[in-house]
């Protein structure tokens, strides 16, 4: 039975943890939640962060690997009871491998011994054949359900299993099994997937790095793609682009043990850079798509690379962008979790995501669809003569004391938590559907203010509200202990259909036009507020509810409203009749 979401706060993992991996793997939470269940032997969730983890890093697929994932976590429980681990904490070991590399040492490895293999015998089962070979390497490709389970004897793969291998062959067409020629032996070395998605050793541990003669030979047999390429050698890489100078497609260097890439190379596609020990980046560098540059020890951008495409810089020293390395004014700019203090002046991008210590932004600073400066804690104001056409996020900039004047947000403001913001500019324009002023510290609604969605401005200090303001439906305006009337002729609710005021323990009135623009207010919630008397003009829809007005007050208003509705349609029949 699937775990329902809403119980999901009983488990060992957070929800944020169960959503992340879920997002990456494309299945829902509860789906994440049952796959680790039953991999976990032990029934109360001791595993599962471990499990979660193992999956986000593909060091295990569920529930492929769920027998073998059972049998390590048996022998963990049984050697730590013997305290011969290493360590106590299963989630003191990054990789599942690491777990049963420290297992086979402690019980004896039987799988690791050198197999000489009758590759004739498996050349007899049905679906079975020689796929390509060279001096060093023979590869069979198998299409049979249940010759695979026969050709993954002595090894890990969930393919001994006859379910699995039938998966496999049924959504894969074929696999293809390696044998590395040694000595005169054959000794099973690998199985890979026809797209290179997987490509096991005999303990079910991926392989990132292929042999340069392996590699000759499914290059040669395969066709190329992006998942072979990234299995190729850090040197097999580096000689290419000393020769070539240029990598046509994608160029991924994560986990690669490569310090050092040749000047004056083009990479037409893109090129990603994660936990490698390079320091720098080559000069004249020119990347036709994307650059991602995550988990390194890179200092700085040269002032002569090209970006043709977007731009990621997490986790790296790279602490300034030169001006003009971003070629495309449609690019996202992605800082995340950086060291980016400083960006050029005159920048036009589609995005733009920065959370570091940066305090100010550039002059002349273009953004047409979203800038996120969230959690940016020593930003201390916006350029006067930034343009957002689309959304801006400054949550939790606790050091942002002001807005631009005369500043528009073409599309949603979040502003939540922003804790030194203590005013808008006047005429303030927010032309998405949210404005979020959430426990922000603004005391007053500017005049001229215009969003046209939800405002939410509740649990602040506001005092003030204008008389000349345009809401296009929602107003959050709960528990803002301050606010005490709005001014009578204020047209702040004239267009709104939902208005929460509940926990305004000091409000007294409202203003004398609410839900008169639109088709009446659904809801009105005045729950904890000191109003006793609700306006003449206040249109409820067919079926608008009232929170919070006292039983009296609300009888009254509703025979005068019903008395009202009566006359006008009175009123409405002589029309037409004349």
């Known amino acids: 039975m699937i775990t329902k979401y809403s119980q999901l706060y009983l488990s060992a993992a957070t929800k944020e943890q169960i959503n992340s991996v879920a997002k990456k793997l494309g299945k829902s939470p509860e789906e994440i939640v049952q796959l680790v269940a039953e991999a976990d032997i032990s029934g109360k969730k001791t595993y599962e962060v471990w499990l979660l983890k193992q999956l986000a890093l593909n060091n295990i697929i569920l529930p492929e690997d769920a027998e073998r994932v059972k049998k390590t976590l048996r ?48 050349l007899q089962l049905p679906g079975v054949e020689v796929y390509g070979q060279n001096s060093d390497w023979l590869i069979l490709k198998v299409s049979n359900a249940e010759s ?58 991926e ?104 731009l990621m810089v997490s986790r790296s020293p790279i602490k300034s962008i030169p001006a003009n390395v971003v070629q495309n004014t449609g690019a996202t700019l992605d800082f995340y979790n950086s060291e980016i203090e400083f960006l050029p002046d005159n920048l036009t991008v589609d995005r733009l995501w920065i959370y570091s210590k940066i305090k100010k932004l550039p002059a002349g600073l273009t953004v047409n669809k979203e800038l996120d400066v969230s959690n940016c804690e020593y930003l201390e104001e916006l350029p006067e003569d930034i343009i957002l056409n689309g959304n801006l996020d400054i949550c939790d900039c606790y050091r942002l004391k002001k807005l631009p004047a005369k500043f528009t947000v073409g599309g949603e403001l979040k502003a939540q938590n922003c804790t030194a913001l203590t005013t808008l500019p ?117 079926s608008g509810v009232i929170l919070g007005v006292n039983p009296l007050t609300k009888k009254q208003y509703m025979e005068e409203y019903l008395e009202k509705q009566k006359r006008r349609k009175s009123s409405l029949r002589k029309l037409i009749v004349k």
Request: hydrophobic share 35%.
């Open 75 to 122: 022998d963990f429980e049984q050697l730590n009871n013997r305290n011969q681990l290493k360590y106590k904490n299963i989630n003191q070991y990054p990789k599942i491998h690491d777990l049963e590399a420290e297992i086979r040492e402690l019980k004896g490895d039987n799988l690791s011994e050198a197999f000489s293999f009758d590759v004739q015998k498996y």
């Open 148 to 205: 695979l389970t026969k050709t993954s004897d002595s090894t890990e793969w969930c393919t001994l299993g006859k379910q699995w291998a039938t998966k496999y062959i049924t959504e894969d067409g074929f696999q293809c099994v390696v044998f590395k020629k040694e000595n005169g032996k054959l000794i099973k070395y690998a199985q890979f997937s026809p797209d290179f998605t997987q490509f096991k050793d005999i303990h079910d541990e």
């Open 207 to 310: 392989i990132m790095e292929l042999p340069n003669s392996l590699y000759d030979i499914v290059e040669e047999i395969s066709y190329k793609n992006s998942q072979l390429i990234k299995r190729m050698s850090a040197q097999r890489i580096f000689k290419i682009l000393q020769e070539e100078k240029e990598w046509v497609g994608n160029l991924i260097l994560n986990n690669k043990e490569i310090s050092f890439l040749p000047d004056d190379i083009i990479i037409r596609g893109n090129l990603e850079i994660y936990n490698t020990p390079l320091q720098k980046l080559p000069q004249r560098l020119i990347v036709e798509d994307n650059l991602k540059i995550n988990k390194t020890r890179i200092k700085e951008i040269p002032a002569d690379t090209q970006v043709y495409g977007s």
């Open 426 to 542: 006047e005429g303030l324009q927010v032309g998405g559907g949210v404005a979020v002023l959430f426990k922000s510290s603004i005391r007053a609604i500017p005049e001229g203010f215009t969003v046209k969605g939800i405002l939410n401005i509740s649990k602040t200090p506001v005092e003030s509200i204008p008389r000349e303001a345009h809401l296009g439906g929602v107003l959050y305006a709960e528990d803002c202990k301050k606010l005490i009337s709005f001014p009578a002729d204020s047209n702040i609710l004239e267009n709104c259909f939902r208005i929460y005021l509940s926990g305004c323990e000091n409000l007294t009135s409202l203003p004398n036009k609410i839900g008169t623009l639109g088709d009446g207010v659904d809801l009105l919630d005045i729950t904890n507020t000191n109003i006793t008397k609700l306006p003449d003009s206040l249109e409820l829809s067919p």
